[in-house]
């Protein structure tokens, strides 16, 4: 989607691997989330920012961190992959909390 | 927890007719909004109604909301088969916060050709 970006589209890991992943906007939008999309549960909230180094958790951050260094990116932590964890992440990026989202393409992680 | 839930969970119409969903919350809302999803992508957001506003409009869809039932419905007249998606209704708390947006699980809406 146009001006926000996620890497990698695809991965695949094994248990116990750590692995990050990276949202990256040009939108200069001062807010950026992490959602997980599970069949039967929707999308749920992992991370959230509100500015540089400012983030706070969601409804489910057990086992994820988050980090914002720049505005323009957001990265997603999962500091020891578990198989729980296998689901398709999504970034998105809003100019205020309650505004519409723009959301990325999303990341189909495997953990194996 | 879901703030919103979608009703029905799936809808198939034939092209051409009206399709209706609705989403039901729990919580004092700011606003309102629907997302489309189209298989294997990222969310869409279609559009926003504040907690103020009753009914909405953008080209071919049409949202109310009743904040006295903490219900709303979006419609989709004169569908078409690109309008085949998952639809997710997404309040924003009226508490205020910066943690967003609580997504229902969806309706998805199949188009019969």
């Known amino acids: 989607d146009a001006g926000i970006t996620q890497s990698p589209r695809h991965k695949v890991t094994e248990t116990g691997t750590p692995v990050t992943l990276r949202c990256h906007q040009t939108e200069n939008h001062r807010y950026m989330y992490w959602y997980r999309q599970d069949p039967g549960h929707g999308l749920r909230l992992i991370h959230y920012?509100?500015?540089?180094?400012?983030?706070d958790k969601g409804e489910v951050s057990d086992g994820y961190s988050v980090s914002r260094s720049k505005t323009e990116d957001f990265l997603l932590t999962l500091e020891s992959a578990t198989s729980s964890q296998t689901s398709v992440y999504f970034c998105?990026?809003?100019?205020?909390?309650?505004?519409?989202?723009?959301f990325g393409s999303g990341t189909r992680l495997t953990v194996v | 927890s879901q703030q919103g839930e979608e009703d029905p969970q799936a809808l198939s119409i034939q092209e051409g007719e009206n399709a209706t969903m609705n989403c039901s919350y729990k919580?004092?809302?700011?606003?309102l909004q629907w997302y489309r999803q189209n298989s294997g992508r990222g969310l869409v957001h279609l559009i926003l109604i504040r907690s103020n506003e009753r009914e909405k409009h953008s080209g071919r869809l049409r949202v109310t909301l009743d904040t006295s039932k903490k219900s709303s419905s979006l419609l989709i007249t004169a569908s078409r088969a690109a309008d085949t998606a998952s639809y997710f209704c997404a309040t924003v708390y009226s508490g205020g916060g910066a943690d967003g947006l609580t997504f229902g699980k969806g309706t998805h809406l199949i188009i019969q050709p």
């Open positions: 920012s509100y500015g540089v180094k400012d983030t």
């Open positions: 919580t004092s809302i700011n606003n």
């Open positions: 998105a990026i809003s100019e205020r909390q309650d505004f519409g989202y723009t």
